[in-house]
């Protein structure tokens, strides 16, 4: 069946480092669409960036992320974190029935 | 931007009784969905519905019913409520699968 695996629960970095979180799916849809949402503390999660276009990069608020269907991934990369980044990141799969299944969660944590 | 909007935001419920967590949406979107985020699992799908007059069950439906009479409006209901409810609901709309997702503010439920 389809699912998402967010194999990082939590991602502590500096400040200014590059920031690289995760994501791998598994469907038999061809044009699955993969999206990744942002939650920040007290807030309602939301869309960061979506793509279903294999090996083109798609990129929002200065993360970018490539969707790479040979390897069933979809990681979400910034190249240099902010203090502002901390939040939990959620990868997202939607399948053809309207269900949409999320992965974990990674929490990412920035600090000075 | 789409507005999603639950009720009650926080609850304090006893033991064995029935909670009912509500959730409007002004957006016109078919899909409605009810998800439980949880440290170390992530937003988990409850109930999700198609339309008004319907409900699907998600991954974790034992214990939950849910309610749309409307399309705008998409009830999650508790009716014997126990201690390992606790936690956080998040009601979301969308128009079609492979469509962004518009989440509310978040309803924290705890049952003692």
């Known amino acids: 069946g389809d699912s998402v695996t967010q194999k990082e629960g939590l991602v502590t970095l500096t400040e200014g480092l590059p920031v690289m979180l995760n994501c791998t799916y598994q469907?038999?849809?061809?044009?699955?669409?993969l999206f990744w949402y942002v939650h920040y503390l007290n807030e309602s999660p939301r869309l960061l960036l979506k793509s279903s276009t294999d090996n083109k990069r798609t990129e929002h608020q200065g993360f970018h992320a490539t969707l790479h269907k040979s390897s069933s991934s979809f990681h979400l990369q910034k190249s240099s974190a902010q203090l502002s980044d901390s939040a939990l990141y959620y990868c997202a799969l939607p399948n053809s029935n309207n269900r949409i299944f999320f992965g974990d969660g990674t929490q990412l944590v920035v600090k000075p | 931007e789409a507005a999603v909007t639950q009720s009650p935001r926080n609850k304090v419920a006893v033991t064995g009784g029935k909670v009912t967590l509500s959730c409007n949406q002004t957006n016109n979107h078919n899909n409605m969905y009810w998800y439980r985020q949880d440290t170390g699992h992530g937003l988990r799908l409850i109930h999700y519905s198609y339309g008004a007059g319907s409900t699907e069950k998600g991954d974790i439906p034992d214990g939950y019913k849910a309610s749309r009479p409307s399309q705008e409006n998409f009830s999650l209901i508790l009716e014997l409520a126990t201690p390992s409810q606790t936690s956080v609901y998040f009601c979301?709309?969308?128009?079609?699968?492979?469509?962004?997702?518009?989440f509310g503010e978040g309803s924290r439920l705890i049952v003692v």
């Open positions: 469907t038999i849809y061809s044009n699955a669409f």
């Open positions: 979301a709309s969308g128009r079609i699968s492979g469509n962004t997702l518009y």
